[in-house]
């Protein structure tokens, strides 16, 4: 049974920091690219962060994605050994408040659905919300 389990949500204050944390399991190979979307009710789901799969003779193109308005206080990492991502999410803006989901998607590459069709990502988490006072 495939399975993705998030951690780290949580409320703030505009300044602060908080990690969100997901594990994956069930999935019959690491062969994935795993990210991270955001959704608040009423708006689109819109890609946040993006590990394509990194792999010795896979893909050399495999890279790190951000949405504009988080670059240079979002850090996103893989953990390829363990199927595990996180997001550490620094100097957080109220404008961040929203629901964070870990998604995961088979294939090296897949900068294309992170960007424009999030929905073709196989397997979700089921979301934390985030909220960072102002």
């Known amino acids: 049974q495939v399975r993705l389990v998030e951690s780290g949500g949580g409320a703030v204050q505009a300044g602060g920091s908080l990690r969100l944390s997901c594990i994956a399991s069930g999935f019959r190979s690491i062969f994935n690219c795993m990210g991270w979307f955001r959704q608040v009710p009423g708006d689109d789901r819109e890609g946040v962060a993006l590990?394509?799969?990194?792999?010795?003779?896979?893909?050399?193109?495999?890279?790190?994605y951000y949405k504009r308005s988080v670059g240079g206080r979002f850090v996103s990492s893989r953990d390829n050994a363990d199927n595990a991502a996180s997001l550490q999410m620094n100097n957080l803006k109220h404008e961040d408040t929203s629901r964070y989901y870990c998604?995961?998607?088979?294939?090296?590459?897949?900068?294309?659905?992170?960007?424009?069709?999030?929905?073709?990502?196989?397997?979700w988490g089921d979301g934390l919300q985030v909220t960072v006072s102002p």
């Open positions: 590990t394509e799969f990194h792999g010795e003779g896979v893909d050399e193109r495999a890279g790190v």
């Open positions: 998604a995961v998607i088979p294939g090296a590459l897949c900068y294309e659905a992170f960007l424009k069709e999030p929905a073709k990502f196989t397997h």
